[in-house]
């Protein structure tokens, strides 16, 4: 159900779903950045600890810069979410101009699952009209979307994510979810690769159950100064994984390494601002110039 109903001098967007899941999966949609990644945008810096601020970047507009900027308001687990949603400039009108609102979750179990409720709050008609129109379609699409990553998540939670070389010398299996997928056009990858950009998937290296073979290392700096360490196979040339000294505990495999790739879902597109006109990348990707934090 959509709804638009005045307040205050506003409107909101009301969206009522019913999920077939326990109200800690949809928790877990909505509070995990890799998942929030899938049916959404990619966030940045978000936690869901009360007073973080994390932002989205979409499409600029004028003299807006296309941030979202958000604070995380109240968390109640498996239960309530509240965050903020501001954006947009007062020098547009129509996309992209000021917009000043706060975004509601709230899950209820049900006897078959979880009714999960979105509140949108705040929009003003004479200047937030066309952001009303689009959101409140954009909104519906968002819940059908969370439902079906719900259904992958658990059809998925029991199966490691494994891989390795060409030749089978190196082998991985990881029993954790991947926390970022990417697709990169530095000009490391393209070199790397030999091709446009490398696609990657990386995991909390607590999550890395097997790792055999011995791999051969090539090491590289990178623009922030941390050094890079990449694996391939001293046999077939493969390359396979990448670590950093620097960030530990993380453990980055190539997505063509895994044993079934069409399991890589990039989210975002690092170092734009490297890509080549010939190589086509995902236009609705959330693009870089360079590497967002992590």
């Not at 089978?168 to 393209?190: K, L």
């Amino acid at each position: 159900m959509n709804d638009v109903s005045p307040r205050s001098g506003t409107q909101d967007i009301v969206v009522d779903t019913d999920f077939l899941h326990a109200p800690e999966t949809i928790w877990r949609m909505l509070t995990t950045s890799e998942l929030i990644g899938r049916w959404m945008m990619v966030p940045t810096g978000f936690e869901p600890v009360e007073g973080k601020r994390f932002t989205f970047q979409t499409t600029p507009a004028g003299a807006w810069d296309g941030v979202i900027h958000c604070q995380v308001l109240e968390v109640i687990p498996n239960a309530r979410l509240v965050h903020s949603w501001k954006g947009g400039h007062d020098g547009n009108a129509g996309y992209g101009s000021r917009l000043d609102t706060v975004i509601t979750w709230t899950l209820a179990a049900t006897e078959t699952g979880t009714r999960l409720r979105l509140v949108h709050s705040g929009f003003v008609p004479s200047r937030n009209g066309s952001a009303l129109a689009t959101l409140g379609e954009g909104w519906k699409k968002v819940a059908a979307n969370i439902g079906a990553i719900a259904d992958e998540q658990e059809e998925e939670a029991s199966e490691p994510w494994s891989g390795g070389c060409a030749c089978g010398a190196i082998r991985y299996e990881i029993a954790a979810e991947p926390v970022f997928m990417n697709d990169c056009q530095c000009r490391d990858c393209q070199l790397r690769s030999g091709t446009g950009h490398g696609s990657y998937l990386t995991f909390l290296s607590a999550g890395v159950k097997r790792l055999q073979g011995e791999a051969t290392r090539w090491s590289i700096v990178a623009d922030n100064g941390n050094v890079k360490s990449h694996a391939f196979c001293p046999a077939c040339g493969s390359p396979v994984y990448l670590t950093s000294a620097a960030k530990p505990d993380f453990f980055t495999v190539h997505a063509a390494s895994l044993d079934d790739p069409g399991r890589f879902r990039p989210q975002v597109v690092t170092y734009r601002i490297r890509g080549h006109a010939w190589d086509r990348i995902d236009e609705a990707l959330p693009q870089f110039e360079k590497m967002p934090p992590m």
